[in-house]
């Protein structure tokens, strides 16, 4: 990693060495740019999950809420300062991510859109999602977000059962995500449900009724992850008792087998969609398209002519704040090197069930489609991946072993 910035540069300066780096000659080559999102990342929440990795933050401040206008007033000035590395491209989506975004007030979320609509160029049908937690839930206020620009909620339920949630450390009950899904079917046309599976004391019978419960809403679009162990968690630290990998499998099985049943088709490993109600943030993601993320610990992948450019926002909000406020909200940036950019783009293209045109990795990483052949054959002798002339796509094996068939891709494999 490269400091973006010397210890005590002046902004204008420091801000000049940003663009002029990302501008300078390099190996790679772009005919043109990816589609552009805005990711805007909210750290508090009202309790920190014990699985949760995130860069998230208890707010144990004298006040009921965080400090939302200052922080909102540092979103809008690391956004400023930011605005030269993106100029003229348009925005196609927008993720307000946590954290509990659902915390701050809908007033600061329009302050908020609104502040970076005169900042930025949005596509009219630019999607903008906020996340929720059923723990925030108030009558009325996910209308409110929507009248503030929001126009896609995702719910954080991970659980209908109170047991579990319980033992996942939520702030919320059954009866209380309940509540919270209905208000949001009512507000919104498309919305997202979280759901989590292989929970601790969790068995086959329990997840039927956590996705059952779910599917009874007519959810358009359902996230659902399995439980892993993160470093660093107070779950890695006390592990849970968690299910056997077999019952893991059946309970995927089981949840393909029942969203397929009520009209949501399997595009991601972890996401299920109805037609034309796909999360458009995160595909561009998966597609290695190009993202800005402003917040703190945010990151962003930013492609020039000649570069891919990563950087990596401070992590502590309160020097995060302080720092955007100077126009230097940036603590790391880097280049992705040539080496680094084909397990890059596969770890990502990889995760969605009809995989990706060859074209596509020529265009959005600036290498030849020759710089995959040795991972691309070792997959499909494996079994891993179909292709064609034009297109690779997992296997369902793939798919089941969706990390084994990434690492091939690796700069030292």
Not at 21 to 44: D, E, I, K, N, T
Not at 288 to 296: K, Q, R
Not at 345 to 357: Q, S, T, V
Not at 387 to 395: A, K
Request: net charge negative; aromatic share 10%; hydrophobic share 40%.
């Amino acid at each position: 990693m490269i400091p973006i910035r010397p210890e005590g540069a002046e902004h204008p300066a420091a801000l000049a060495l940003d663009v002029m780096h990302a501008m300078r000659p390099g190996v790679l080559q772009f005919a043109s740019l990816p589609p552009l999102s805005l990711y805007v990342h909210l750290p508090w929440c009202l309790k920190k999950c014990p699985y949760c990795d995130f860069n998230s933050h208890e707010w144990r401040g004298g006040a009921s809420e965080p400090p939302e206008n200052a922080y909102v007033d540092a979103l809008l000035a690391d956004l400023e300062a930011s605005l030269p590395l993106v100029w003229g491209r348009p925005v196609h989506s927008i993720f307000f991510g946590g954290g509990t975004p659902s915390l701050f007030s809908p007033s600061a979320v329009d302050r908020l859109i609104g502040g970076i609509r005169a900042r930025l160029r949005l596509e009219a049908d630019c999607e903008i999602t906020l996340e929720a937690n059923p723990g925030t839930f108030e009558k009325n206020r996910f209308k409110a977000f929507r009248s503030a620009g929001v126009t896609r909620l995702s719910i954080g339920v991970q659980s209908f059962n109170d047991a579990h949630l319980k033992a996942l450390g939520r702030v919320h009950d059954r009866a209380q995500a309940m509540a919270a899904v209905e208000e949001a079917a009512m507000a919104f046309d498309t919305f997202n449900l979280d759901i989590m599976y292989a929970l601790p004391g969790q068995n086959l019978q329990d997840l039927e009724k956590d996705v059952a419960t779910a599917l009874s809403f007519k959810p358009p679009h359902v996230s659902i992850y399995h439980l892993t162990i993160e470093p660093n968690t107070v779950f890695a630290k006390y592990p849970p008792a968690l299910p056997e990998d077999d019952t893991a499998y059946a309970m995927m099985d089981r949840i393909t087998e029942m969203t397929a049943a009520n009209g949501l088709a399997r595009y991601e490993v972890s996401a299920y969609a109805k037609r034309d109600h796909l999360c458009w943030h995160n595909l561009n993601y998966w597609q290695f398209g190009d993202y800005l993320g402003i917040g703190a610990g945010a990151h962003s992948k930013l492609t020039f002519a000649h570069r891919v450019v990563r950087q990596v926002r401070f992590r502590d909000p309160q020097r995060y704040m302080e720092q955007a406020l100077q126009g230097l909200p940036v603590t790391r940036s880097e280049d992705v090197t040539r080496l680094e950019l084909p397990f890059e783009f596969m770890l990502n293209a990889l995760r969605l069930k009809d995989g990706f045109n060859l074209s596509d990795y020529t265009e959005r990483t600036g290498l030849a489609i020759t710089s995959l052949q040795k991972g691309l054959a070792l997959a499909e002798q494996k079994g891993l991946i179909g292709r064609d002339f034009s297109r690779v796509w997992p296997t369902a094996l793939g798919f089941d072993f969706l990390s084994d068939l990434q690492s091939l891709f690796l700069a030292d494999n």
